[in-house]
């Protein structure tokens, strides 16, 4: 009697799971479609740009135990080379000469519109030469991709919809997406193992009719993805939604609240006794150095002279392949006083507390990146099955709704599904 009660109450229970996920799957399928779709397009924007026009190489230079070119020495020297544009970026690499990067007037950054990349000397700042521009045809083929991946983030984060509207919607069905993943995994999940079963639940049968190939492909890619379709949905909702990254950081962090910081301004009321820029811009990369002497990038961005408030930025960077290692430094460009960068990117990752550490990889995660190379493929895989389980799920509803109506007449066959 126990036994009938138990199995009654887990029927119930299968029936309401599978009902939710049926209307959840509907309500949300087609926004969902739209966010995976646009992911798969976005994963690998970065691949694609360096494909259409590749960086050139940088020439190699010894590495020695010497200090490095102080950016005022490096930026002097650099400047006869270039007879236009404004430099905006220095680039130690090491191994590689200094990029010094002139940009084509005081406004503010364009993508693509470089004037000109000298190359200095890393220890002398002597200038070695300069890097071929892009033509005119690279740069448009450049900013046509580009304008064509936002289009792709647009769609991703807002459905193209203004943000006050179209990010809440996305973010809101993305929460839908990971309660259909636990209500699909526990639909899928069998009430007894055997060999039919294991076979059903792992396996795609491509002799069987089109019916029942449209059901295992919503099952098992939908069971195989499971996990990374998770943490892409976990950590997507960071972007968009305040409480659950306050509650995720709290969970993560011991109970400590997300903490909030102005953004790094200088102050412009100090402009009129300003301390000598070459100064502050030598005495700030010095303090980095010090404070990262196993990184093997530095990139010192200058203030941008359109603006009185803009801040001289350093960031040391571990390797260019992940985003979360980074270490962000915000100078005052009249005092040469820090400013507190915001959020977990102030310390080396190493220093971060567990929390922080989770907080700051959650980008890294989110495109795959965080695994290299292999983790984006896995995440466009991932993203390609998230967009095929809304069209193969309402198949399969369809057929159980309205092909009971073709059977009567003698049209079709029944085929048993168990919806992931």
């Known amino acids: 009697m126990k036994a009938l009660q138990k199995k009654k109450r887990q029927t119930a229970f299968k029936r309401l799971n599978n009902w939710l996920h049926l209307l959840l799957g509907l309500v949300s399928g087609a926004i969902m479609f739209v966010v995976c779709l646009m992911a798969c397009v976005w994963v690998f924007n970065e691949e694609v740009m360096r494909l259409l026009v590749p960086d050139p190489p940088l020439p190699h230079v010894a590495v020695k135990e010497e200090p490095l070119a102080l950016p005022s020495v490096v930026m002097q020297q650099a400047d006869p080379a270039c007879k236009t544009g404004t430099i905006r970026e220095l680039r130690y690499r090491k191994g590689k000469p200094v990029s010094v ?24 700042g002597a200038c070695m030469g300069t890097l071929p521009v892009r033509t005119e045809a690279e740069t448009a083929r450049l900013e046509k991709a580009d304008h064509f991946f936002h289009w792709a983030l647009d769609g991703h984060r807002t459905l193209w919809l203004p943000w006050q509207i179209g990010s809440p919607v996305v973010n809101y069905s993305t929460l839908v997406f990971v309660v259909l993943l636990v209500t699909g995994l526990i ?23 089109w019916k029942r190939i449209n059901v295992d492909l919503h099952n098992v890619p939908g069971f195989y993805a499971l996990l990374v379709l998770l943490v892409l949905s976990l950590t997507g909702m960071v972007y968009g939604l305040e ?6 950081y709290r969970a993560t ?7 909030r910081y102005p953004p790094q301004q200088s102050d412009s009321v100090k402009a009129g ?3 000598p820029f070459g100064r502050i811009i030598d005495e700030s990369f010095i303090k980095v150095v010090n404070e990262n002497r ?40 009249y005092t040469g006083g820090s400013l507190p ?3 977990f990117y102030g310390e080396p990752f190493a220093q971060s507390t567990t929390g922080e550490k989770i907080r700051r990889m959650n980008y890294d995660m989110h495109v795959g990146s965080v695994l290299g190379l292999p983790g984006k493929i896995l995440a466009f895989f991932a993203s390609l099955i998230g967009a095929s389980l809304p069209v193969t799920g309402f198949i399969i509803w369809y057929n159980r709704k309205w092909g009971k ?15 992931f």
Not at 243 to 248: C, G, I, K, P, V
Not at 253 to 259: I, Q
Not at 405 to 419: A, L
Request: aromatic fraction near 18%; charged fraction near 25%; hydrophobic fraction near 35%.
């Open 101 to 124: 990067i002139f940009y084509s007037g005081p406004e503010s950054y364009e993508p693509y519109r470089e004037e000109a990349i000298v190359l200095a000397d890393p220890y002398t």
């Open 187 to 209: 639909w899928w999940y069998p009430g007894k193992w055997n060999r039919t079963t294991f076979d059903k639940s792992f396996r795609i049968k491509w002799s069987a009719g």
């Open 243 to 248: 409480w659950y990254s306050n509650l995720l």
């Open 253 to 259: 962090n011991w109970g400590v609240p997300l903490k």
């Open 273 to 275: 006794q300003a301390v």
């Open 294 to 333: 196993d990184v093997d990038n530095i990139f010192v961005y200058l203030p941008d002279t359109a603006r009185a408030n803009s801040a001289l930025r350093i960031t040391a960077v571990p390797t260019e392949k992940n985003y979360y290692r980074n270490v962000f430094y915000g100078f005052d460009r």
């Open 341 to 343: 960068q915001g959020d």
């Open 405 to 419: 109506k073709g059977r009567k007449k003698g049209i079709g066959r029944t085929v048993p599904v168990r919806n």
